[in-house]
């Protein structure tokens, strides 16, 4: 499939920005400390940023984005819908979470509820995004069980990195900094290694899988085995510049290294400055370092997610 | 509520009106559906009896040829150097006065100094008679470099052709074997019989070096060595000789295979027929009487026969055997001398397998089939009919085995003679006009070949006294000089190329060029892109069109009128330019008298009509020529006082008479409309043919529908609308006693002469019976073997290089193109707008080339740098593309950087109009000696590799042509 | 509404013999012109004249080269031509992962349509279908597809003869075939039946309602339908000059 740069913006920036939007809700329900709220205003600030920048960057995929309002009438059958809807239902709770976290005191029961509606809420929205792609069966690297938990996963170590460097840039106080630390333990010791362990899988997974045929894809296989002896047009067309993109096997097999090593490294690096230097300055730019590198393996990953699925028209064309 | 504006009643568009498509030669019949005067849609007019109401992907996309932004719209004067493009819009009135001028000129001069030639010309019937009533015998349309092999081929055989004049029995045939056809011109009939075949069960067999189009939905691909089909055919004559499965009775009811040979050589009529006093052929029959029908067996030579005219009926006419005539001497019957030919080792299935690349089992099963599906299943069909001779018959006997041929027969230096050899095979299976089988399409059958003769003489009003094309028939039938030198500026009916029925418009530039065998002074082309895919050898030919003479610095083509619709590579080489309308825009007749749109069943002629107006400053070519012919006060177009009779072409379509009641069109005749064939002019013909949908059609009388050449009902039917002129039968030319007497006049008999040089050439070539011979540039099958079962002519040792080019290369017409104009038209040009070189991927291998790969294409003429494809349906001794699709950058108003010129090809670059020959002139045309069709499928090359075969882009290293040859 | 519709009990479909298509695109140009200018239309075309002409098609014709194998039934080397247009599914998720309902099945005859209004151009449609079936248009930024010539089939303005698809009326080779498929003895129905019509990648469950019917078996010397053996009345070269075999043949003019 064509790597599109608009819904791969999308896919990235949307899956990070839910995944930072859900540690925000995570941290509110587990009532840990969380000491000054302006951190985790400003994380939800920048969530909500990622969030619409990546769903901004999606309409710009569409034919006619004025049109765009029509995409939420369909969520009876169509993950888009709902995922249009999940993302528009995310906003006021984000809005009532940022209220409640200006408007102290509350009760800790709000927070948490509110923080547990927030990280359903993108939860839900990124599963509706992997699901837009996990459910469509002509792209086989897509429509299998690993598009969603890998969806899912990117989008939390995304989201932990950006967390982490904006708690620490902001960390005026003992709270804020163990939290920062505990979040970015756990990305460094569990979510980043199972996303890009799991992305291994997944990768292991398309590997193994055969291409259809020419032949199976025509029925022509009942006769013998076929290839294409005329194409329909000798130009390029859509299903051919859309669907029929293939990628050099030694790109492919750079990229993943790239985005594999990056998502599982950077955030140890970080934690190894921490161990090193502690926290600081130095840190902090380690981190959002740290942002950077990951984010763009992400979306080297996003890339690679279009650029090695194949569709089954392609097979019309081989 | 989904989709709210769905209405699904919304009305194609406020007007429909039939016509004429003219987006290929095949004339079907179309709906114009017009919706606030423009085009809404073209669909296929089902009442139409060529098409039926499909229609194909060009006639569809007619719509955007009429749009195309390449039309020309105005008359166009050179300013610049020719080639250039640089023109001057000018009026019609200076474009007219000028060309008058010109023309003027000529005719009070030199009227032959005009070579009129107008290329891919649907109204012949009309520039033909221009030409005549100029007086120029240099005319043609573009037959010889197209079809003209099968066409004359069937015309001195059978009267008839598979070009154009005949067509397999679709309902009722078992058995189709298609020899060398990719698209021809009867695009949509072809594809309803193929359809119709399939769904009947029938086998459809594809001899074709290339598996495509048909050949795809074909049973068994015969993958051919091209130019070998000749020996093909005779090995399964050998088979049906050798088997004897063949139909005796057919051969001496309707053929001339019984007529009896004169055996005596050296004498002046030797090889001819012998002939009673009377004239009439004479055959040896049993000497018994019908009271006592035991023979004396075996009948002894001289005993136990007698001498009959031919042409008598109840006879049992001999067919082997020598035989005394009165005066003595020996005679045999023809199918003697035919069967001797064939069964002899030379067309055996062993020897012939190498050369054809056809398994000799293959043969010997193809010949079975063939036998099998005529004889064991022939047809019976309960109807009555009576033959030319009075006697009735009560059923009508079918040979379910049809045959069509087309240009990969027709497109080689050996042609004629494997086209006549495929007409004797058909023959020999009882397999001509009978249920089932090849069919003939009114006019046709027609004598075997037609009495008109070519035009020689110029009547006391300039005018010639014959049409300038038609059938050679002896010798002194030919436009040649004094010293039997070529007369016409293309040679066509000289000594080099006598039956050159339909001209030979490849060689005009070069022979123009080279002042051989005359200089000329205008150049007027209509239709034909000569700047490119028209031209063989286009590089030079281009570089022919803008040399200049070096003494006067003139260009040595003096002056160039090119008439086009569109803005094709040969504008660019006028001087001036004649703006055409589209198809949509003008009338237009499709007429009996030229190459009418009948088919088997029913005689048919049409006509276009202008559905819209031009938005241009165009006008219909056939109204300008009359508009000149006036302007010129040629004979026929003024009346006494020097008016115009004609107002337009829609009026001398109704108007004009060519005999007694004979027009353009044949339906609605007389002044009530109420006669067919012939009958007076009717003023409101046209009216009548728009209102059947523009177009006539007169089904033939059920009992005359098979037989055609011998039946009486059809023959008294076609007499009647004035196709023929004599119910008599129509003896079918098994045995071609016209070439004979060519083959005299160079063995040195009679008053007609080839000159010295030509002698051995025409004695050669001129064998009654048909024979193979390896084409003249190359001969695949002498290099395989040692010894050539014939030697090959003047190509010997023409080529040092000879034998290393080892490849064939051919092209095929895409079904979606029609050669150069589909490059113009937004939706065709999406399917291709480049072309590849297809071969086997052994073939590739064995040269190292990969799929994809940039190669270059070697012939002795020059190199070609073109894209290679894998194809495993091709023949791997054959390398070919689509025809037309490469383009000359700066043609058809597409943009500079188009594919078409930066990727795609042109194979013409590489293939020969004349054989090199040595001193100043070129040699013979690269064309069948017999009817100078031009020969483009012999082309011979290699392949050789490049250094970057990935680096994209088409490349042309033609020498230039310096001094002559 | 993307919603699928129960199944009608009308299938509308059209029926391709490959056995009988030579490949000659007059089907995918007749379609293009009847949509272009239709309601449906325009199919928008870029760099018409240029370096790199694209538009829009709802059938394309594919040409395939089939080479034998132990599996299948081919016996020797074929060319095979495969017009390609939608299929009209039963169950295609080609609507039902269209956000805006403009992708829909039709409830009484199952055409699959795009109504144009509400098309946003996200292009999920297209990525859904497995056979490639839908294009978008950049112009228009919208998504086209085959109608199956919904607005001539019913069109009461049009000759009833003329009320089906502008691709089967133009095929001259008749291998298109249009017609009711969910009636087991409507006509299209029974050519399937007879000739082992299949769907397309039936593994995708989408039930493709277009049927193709394969190419029959070929009947060229590697079939064993095409030997029989030969009643050969060789001559024997021996005994008589073979041309004197005919002497005394009694023929009859
Ligand atoms: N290599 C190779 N070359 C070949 C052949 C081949 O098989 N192989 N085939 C040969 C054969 S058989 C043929 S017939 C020729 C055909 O080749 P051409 O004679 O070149 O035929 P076209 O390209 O059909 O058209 C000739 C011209 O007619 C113009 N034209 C189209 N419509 C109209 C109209 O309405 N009015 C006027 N005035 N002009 C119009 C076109 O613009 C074009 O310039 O090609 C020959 N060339
Ligand atoms: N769509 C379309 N239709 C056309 C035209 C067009 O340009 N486009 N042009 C029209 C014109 S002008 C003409 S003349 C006709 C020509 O109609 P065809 O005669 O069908 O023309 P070609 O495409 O030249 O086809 C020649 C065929 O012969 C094969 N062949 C070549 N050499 C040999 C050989 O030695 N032996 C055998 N057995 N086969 C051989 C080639 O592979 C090819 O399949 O088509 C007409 N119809
Ligand atoms: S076959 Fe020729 S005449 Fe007939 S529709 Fe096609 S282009 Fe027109
Ligand atoms: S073929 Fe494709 S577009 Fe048509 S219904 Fe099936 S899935 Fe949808
Ligand atoms: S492109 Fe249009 S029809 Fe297709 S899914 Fe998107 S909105 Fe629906
Ligand atoms: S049914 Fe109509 S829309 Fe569909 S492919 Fe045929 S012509 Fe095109
Ligand atoms: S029109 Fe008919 S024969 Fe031609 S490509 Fe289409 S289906 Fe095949
Ligand atoms: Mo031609």
Redesign the pocket.
């Known amino acids: 499939m064509r790597p599109s740069f608009s819904i791969i913006c999308f896919t990235t920036l949307s899956g990070t920005g839910y995944g930072l939007l859900f540690l925000i809700g995570i941290v509110l329900v587990s009532a840990s400390p969380i000491g000054s709220p302006n951190s985790l205003l400003i994380a939800l600030c920048v969530g909500f940023v990622l969030t619409s920048v990546g769903l901004l960057a999606s309409l710009a995929h569409l034919g006619r984005p004025s049109r765009a309002w029509r995409a939420f009438s369909q969520w009876r059958s169509s993950w888009l819908s709902r995922e249009g809807i999940a993302s528009l239902v995310t906003v006021p709770v984000m809005a009532a979470v940022g209220f409640a976290l200006c408007n102290p005191p509350h009760g800790r029961f709000t927070l948490r509820a509110l923080g547990l509606l927030l990280a359903a809420c993108c939860m839900v929205t990124v599963t509706c995004t992997a699901r837009i792609y996990s459910s469509l069966p002509p792209i086989r690297a897509w429509h299998n069980r690993f598009t969603l938990p890998g969806y899912l996963l990117l989008g939390l170590t995304g989201g932990a990195v950006w967390f982490c460097a904006i708690v620490a840039s902001n960390a005026a106080d003992a709270d804020s900094v163990s939290l920062a630390y505990s979040i970015l333990l756990a990305n460094a010791l569990v979510i980043a290694p199972a996303s890009a362990l799991f992305k291994r899988t997944y990768w292991r997974h398309i590997d193994a899988l055969t291409p259809i045929t020419t032949a199976v894809a025509t029925g022509l296989d009942r006769l013998g085995d076929a290839s294409s002896f005329e194409q329909p047009h000798t130009e390029e067309n859509y299903l051919t510049r859309e669907m029929g993109f293939a990628l050099a096997r030694k790109h492919s097999v750079s990229l993943r290294a790239l985005a594999f090593w990056t998502v599982l490294a950077a955030p140890l690096f970080s934690v190894a400055v921490a161990l090193m230097f502690g926290g600081g300055l130095l840190l902090t730019c380690v981190l959002w370092l740290v942002v950077f590198a990951s984010t763009a393996a992400i979306l080297v990953e996003r890339w690679l997610f279009f650029a090695e699925a194949t569709h089954s028209v392609k097979s019309y064309y081989n | 509520m989904p989709h709210a504006q769905l209405d699904l009643n919304i009305p194609t568009g406020d007007e429909v009106k039939t016509t004429t498509c003219y987006m290929?030669?095949?004339r079907c019949g179309i709906r114009v559906h017009l919706k606030d005067q423009k085009i809404r849609y073209i669909d296929g007019n089902p009442e139409h009896p060529v098409n039926r109401g499909v229609i194909?992907?060009?006639g569809s996309a007619g719509i955007m040829q009429h749009y195309s932004p390449a039309r020309l719209s105005k008359p166009l004067l050179r300013v610049g150097e020719r080639g250039k493009r640089e023109f001057r819009e000018i009026e019609w009135d200076e474009a007219l006065a000028l060309a008058t001028k010109w023309l003027g000129d000529i005719r009070a001069t030199d009227p032959d100094a005009l070579a009129f030639f107008t290329g891919?010309d649907q109204s012949q019937a009309l520039t033909g008679w221009w030409a005549q009533q100029f007086g120029t015998i240099n005319y043609a349309a573009?037959g010889g470099f197209?079809?003209v092999n099968?066409a004359a081929a069937g015309m001195y055989t059978l009267g008839g052709s598979f070009?154009e004049f005949g067509e397999p029995d679709w309902d009722l045939t078992q058995y189709l074997m298609?020899?060398?056809?990719?698209?021809?011109?009867?695009?949509n009939p072809i594809k309803l019989g193929l359809g119709k075949l399939k769904a009947r069960g029938a086998k459809i067999v594809?001899?074709?070096?290339?598996r495509?189009?048909?050949?795809a939905i074909a049973d068994e691909w015969?993958p051919?060595?091209?130019?070998?089909?000749g020996l093909?055919a005779g090995a399964l004559i050998h088979e049906l000789l050798r088997t004897d499965r063949i139909d005796l009775d057919y051969l001496v009811r309707y053929t001339n295979a019984h007529y009896l040979v004169i055996r005596d050589p050296g004498a002046a009529d030797d090889g001819l027929i012998a002939r009673n006093s009377d004239g009439h052929a004479l055959c040896a029959v049993r000497n018994i009487s019908k009271r006592n029908p035991s023979p004396p067996n075996p009948p002894l030579e001289g005993e136990g026969y007698m001498l009959a005219r031919a042409d008598a009926i109840d006879i049992s006419p001999l067919i082997v055997g020598e035989y005394a005539l009165a005066d003595g001497r020996k005679a045999v019957p023809a199918f003697h001398l035919f069967a001797e030919r064939f069964l002899s080792d030379e067309y055996a299935p062993d020897t012939v397998t190498a050369a054809c690349g056809v398994g000799a089992d293959t043969i010997r099963r193809l010949a079975r089939e063939l036998a099998e599906t005529a004889f064991d299943n022939a047809i019976r069909i309960p109807q009555r009919w009576t033959d030319a001779n009075g006697r009735e018959h009560t059923e009508m006997i079918g040979r379910p085995v049809a045959m069509h041929?087309?240009?990969?027969?027709?497109?080689?230096a050996n042609g004629f003679h494997?086209c006549r050899t495929l007409h004797l095979l058909q023959m020999l299976l009882g397999a001509i006009d009978t249920p089932g089988s090849f069919r003939y399409q009114p006019p046709y059958p027609k004598p075997a070949p037609p009495p008109n003769r070519p035009g020689k003489s110029r009547k006391d009003n300039g005018a010639l006294d014959a049409g300038p094309l038609g059938y050679v028939h002896a010798p002194e039938d030919l436009l040649v000089d004094a010293d039997g030198k070529p007369r016409r500026i293309d040679k066509a009916f000289s000594w080099e190329h006598p039956f050159a029925a339909h001209g030979m418009l490849q060689n005009v530039i070069a022979n123009a060029w080279a002042g051989d065998p005359r200089r000329i002074d205008t150049l007027f082309l209509f239709m034909a892109n000569m700047g490119w895919n028209s031209a063989m050898n286009t590089t030079q030919t281009r570089q022919m069109l803008t040399d200049r003479d070096a003494t006067t610095g003139d260009y040595r083509i003096p002056r160039i009128i090119y008439v086009d619709a569109y803005d094709s590579e040969t504008v660019a080489y006028a001087d001036l330019v004649l703006p055409d309308t589209t198809y949509l825009e003008r009338h237009d007749c499709v007429s009996m008298l030229d190459r009418p749109i009948s088919d088997a069943d029913a005689a048919s002629d049409a006509i276009r009509q202008p559905v819209l107006q031009p938005d241009r400053d165009v006008r219909p070519f056939q109204s300008v020529l009359l508009d000149l012919g006036a302007r010129l006060g040629l004979p026929g177009m003024v009346d006494s006082n020097g008016a115009a009779i004609y107002r337009d072409y829609a009026d001398y379509i109704v108007r004009h008479e060519r005999s007694q009641g004979v027009g353009l069109l044949a339906g609605w005749r007389g002044a009530e409309g109420t006669k067919k064939g012939i009958g007076e002019p009717n003023p409101d013909q046209l009216d009548r043919y728009i209102e059947n949908g523009c177009f006539w059609h007169e089904p033939v009388p059920v009992a005359g529908r098979y037989y055609k050449m011998a039946n009486r009902d059809y023959l008294d039917w076609a007499k009647n609308l004035g196709f023929i002129g004599s119910n008599a039968p129509i003896v079918l030319e098994f045995y071609a006693e016209k070439l004979q007497r060519f083959r005299l006049a160079a063995l040195g008999h009679g008053a007609m002469q080839p000159p010295e040089s030509e002698r051995e050439r025409v004695a050669k070539y001129f064998d009654p019976l048909p024979f193979y011979y390896g084409s003249m540039e190359i001969d695949p099958a002498s290099q395989r073997n040692p010894s050539p079962p014939n030697p090959p002519l003047e190509g010997e040792g023409r080529n040092p290089q000879r034998g290393r080019f080892d490849l064939?290369a051919?092209?095929?017409?895409?079904?979606?193109?029609?050669?150069a104009w589909?490059s113009q038209n937004r939706w065709l040009r999406q399917i291709a707008t480049r072309n590849y070189l297809y071969l086997h991927p052994d073939t590739a291998a064995a040269n190292g080339v990969d799929d994809g790969d940039w190669i270059w294409l070697v012939a002795p003429r020059g190199r070609i740098r073109v894209q290679a494809k894998l194809h495993a349906g091709t023949s791997p001794g054959?390398v070919?593309t689509w025809?037309?699709i490469g383009k000359r950058k700066g043609a058809w108003a597409l943009s500079a950087n188009a594919p078409e010129d930066v990727d795609g090809f042109l194979l013409n670059h590489l293939i020969d109009e004349s054989l090199p020959r040595a001193g100043e002139s070129p040699g013979y045309a690269n064309a069948d000696p017999v009817t100078g069709q031009a020969a483009?499928?012999d082309l011979r090359v290699r392949i050789e590799r490049d250094e970057a075969p990935s680096h994209p882009g088409h490349r042309i290293d033609v020498a230039a042509r310096g001094v002559a040859a | 509404m993307t919603m699928l519709p129960t199944p009608s009990a009308k299938k509308l479909g059209l029926v391709i013999d490959l056995d009988t298509c030579v490949g000659?695109h007059a089907c995918a140009v007749a379609c293009k012109e009847w949509n272009d200018g239709g309601q449906f239309g325009p199919l928008p075309d870029s760099d018409p004249y240029g370096a790199q002409p694209d538009g829009v098609w709802f059938n394309r014709v594919h040409s395939y080269n089939v080479l034998p194998t132990s599996a299948g039934s081919a016996t020797s080397a074929m060319t095979v031509h495969f017009p390609r247009s939608c299929l009209h599914c039963e169950t295609p998720a080609c609507v039902t992962v269209c956000p805006t309902g403009a992708s829909y099945k039709r409830a009484d005859d199952g055409i699959v349509l795009v109504d144009e209004d509400k098309c946003i151009g996200c292009q999920l449609c297209a990525w859904a279908c497995p056979y490639g079936a839908r294009e978008i248009s950049e112009q228009r930024g919208t998504m086209q597809k085959c109608t199956l010539c919904v607005d001539r089939i019913y069109n009461e303005t049009l000759d009833p003869a003329d009320r089906q698809p502008a691709c089967v009326m133009a095929c001259p080779t008749r291998a298109r075939h249009f017609g009711d498929l969910g009636d087991p003895n409507s006509d299209i129905s029974k050519l399937v039946d007879e000739r082992d019509g299949y769907a397309l990648m039936p593994e995708f469950g989408y039930q493709p309602v277009n049927r193709y019917l394969p190419p029959r078996a070929r009947r060229d010397g590697n079939s064993s339908a095409a030997s029989k053996t030969l009643t050969d009345t060789a001559i024997d070269p021996q005994k008589l000059p073979p041309i004197l075999r005919w002497i005394d043949r009694a023929l009859s003019r």
């Open positions: 290929c030669a095949c194909c992907a060009k891919r573009h197209c079809s099968m070009w298609l020899w060398g056809v990719a698209e021809d011109h009867d695009s594809a001899i074709n070096p290339v495509s189009g048909y050949g015969v051919i060595n091209p130019g070998t089909d093909l041929a087309m240009r990969g027969i027709s497109a080689h494997t064939s051919i092209t095929q017409r895409p079904m979606f193109m029609y050669h589909g054959t070919w025809n037309a483009w499928f | 000659c």
